[in-house]
């Protein structure tokens, strides 16, 4: 997973505050926010165990209805799980960088721009309070036109936090997929129903649908 920057700061942003970071908070809500997905991805982490389990169980017992249910919520919390890798590192980019931009001030260091934008854009979605403080930080320095801009702006929004960051529904094919996967590790004999096989463009590749007559 790579941290991408855009070179094209919009210059509006280049004059927009006359001022710059406050060091001190900046580095707690960072440090902080690091913490908190720590602890999240460790919670997560352990509940993806779980779900794994109970979708064995839910399989053996015939409850197909409840391990695809269960499904569902471990394939949103892997999604979060590669957010939360991304920021910290985001963070630890910005920990780097403060010298920097408390010196530049107003100014954006031009491969720090998809950093900033994705600190923006995740502060509301990945539960994480600090975040928020760190979206305040940016918007008080680069304003805030640049804070609404990641909601419109997404293609400057890192691709992995982007497609993983909001919450889901899977289609039943991906969740029947990830039914399979967590069963064949344990052994476990699964033929999924008819119903949540059909085939689409993302599970042509993957169906293992029987053949029809």
Do not use: W
């Not at 960072?30 to 389990?53: D, P, T, V, W, Y």
């Not at 408390?102 to 260091?109: A, C, D, L, R, S």
């Amino acid at each position: 997973m790579c941290i991408r920057n855009s070179n094209n700061i919009p210059k509006e942003i280049m004059g927009s505050r006359n001022t710059t970071f406050n060091k001190s908070v900046l580095q707690s809500a960072l440090r902080q926010s690091k913490a908190r997905m720590s602890l999240h991805r460790g919670k997560k982490s352990n509940e993806i165990h779980k779900k794994e389990r109970d979708i064995i169980n839910y399989i053996e017992s015939g409850n197909e209805n409840m391990a695809l249910i269960c499904s569902e919520t471990l394939i949103n919390d892997e999604r979060m799980i590669l957010c939360y890798d991304i920021l910290s590192m985001m963070c630890d980019q910005m920990l780097e960088r403060i010298p920097l931009l408390i010196k530049m001030g107003k100014e954006m260091p031009s491969d720090m721009f998809s950093t900033m934008r994705t600190m923006v854009y995740s502060a509301e979605r990945a539960n994480i309070d600090e975040l928020s403080i760190v979206r305040k930080e940016i918007q008080r320095v680069y304003g805030v036109k640049f804070a609404k801009d990641a909601e419109i702006d997404l293609a400057s929004i890192n691709e992995t936090v982007r497609e993983n960051i909001n919450l889901v529904m899977p289609e039943e094919g991906r969740k029947v997929e990830k039914i399979m996967d967590i069963v064949k590790k344990q052994g476990v004999m699964y033929q999924p129903c008819l119903l949540y096989t059909s085939p689409s463009p993302r599970d042509l590749s993957t169906s293992r649908m029987p053949s029809s007559a």
